[in-house]
């Protein structure tokens, strides 16, 4: 089992950066990919971004555009979504996730562990 645990989120002008972190407990930690996903009110869940196991691989919703980076610390148990350029539209709760390797990323339906989110709200 992994438990994942979110920080980083509050307030933010619109242009300004923000830094995501997901601490996960478990020993399986290093070996799962992880993914970043968001849901705005009275929306679904949305992709973000995903990283494999060894932080090589890295995968991001279009909407990105180059914007937002991940990257994991796997000593540290940790992995970071670095946000810069926010956009109001980029409001939301913010939940990291973890899976078993294998399947879709960019899927919400392939993560079998979720953190509990943390809220990022963007003001114009």
């Known amino acids: 089992q992994v438990q994942l645990v979110e920080s980083g989120g509050g307030l933010v002008q619109a242009g300004g950066s923000l830094r995501l972190s997901c601490t996960a407990s478990?020993?399986?930690?290093?070996?799962?990919?992880m993914g970043w996903f968001r849901q705005a009110p009275g929306k679904e869940r949305e992709f973000v971004a995903a990283?494999?196991?060894?932080?090589?691989?890295?995968y991001y919703a279009s909407f990105v555009k180059g914007r937002f980076t991940i990257s994991r610390d796997n000593a540290k148990n940790t992995v970071y979504l670095q946000m810069s350029n926010l956009k109001p539209e980029d409001t939301g709760i913010y939940y990291c996730?973890?899976?078993?390797?294998?399947?879709?990323?960019?899927?919400?339906?392939?993560?079998?562990?979720w953190g509990q989110g943390t809220q990022v709200t963007v003001s114009s």
């Open positions: 996730a973890a899976t078993p390797p294998g399947g879709d990323y960019t899927r919400s339906r392939t993560y079998d562990y």
């Open positions: 478990g020993r399986t930690f290093s070996s799962y990919p």
């Open positions: 990283i494999g196991w060894s932080g090589v691989n890295t």
